[in-house]
């Protein structure tokens, strides 16, 4: 796993913000409020993420795609520890798909793919 280039699915949990509020580095977690509310998750199960240019801040309750290269690096934070460190390439909303068979939400007489 270590200098692979991948996608991870998570939550947003911020660590460090600039001067204008935009989003440098967060840590990915496996589900919603991990971090926030004691005990965090154990460090294999958390991401540390750099953003080479902060981003707008985005809404923590959704869930997040964050594509780029994973290395096995510690990073402790006041929120938690993670085993894993990745510089992001893409931050995208995770969105998920209604066309597929079997998923509750296809619309009737719709076929999934």
């Known amino acids: 796993m270590d200098g692979q280039t991948g996608r991870i699915a998570g939550y947003i949990v911020p660590i460090?913000?600039?001067?204008?509020?935009?989003?440098?580095?967060?840590?990915?977690?496996?589900?919603?409020?991990?971090?926030?509310?004691?005990?965090?998750?154990?460090?294999?199960?958390?991401?540390?993420v750099a953003l080479p240019e902060p981003i707008e801040m985005t809404d923590i309750y959704a869930p997040y795609w964050v594509a780029g290269t994973v290395k096995i690096q510690r990073h402790n934070d006041e929120l938690g520890a993670s085993a894993y460190a990745m510089t992001a390439a893409t931050v995208t909303r995770w969105e998920r798909s209604r066309r597929r068979r079997g998923l509750p939400g296809t619309p009737p007489g719709r076929p999934g793919l």
């Open 16 to 48: 460090e913000t600039d001067a204008e509020g935009k989003l440098a580095e967060f840590f990915l977690v496996p589900y919603f409020g991990a971090c926030i509310h004691l005990p965090a998750p154990p460090p294999n199960q958390i991401v540390h």
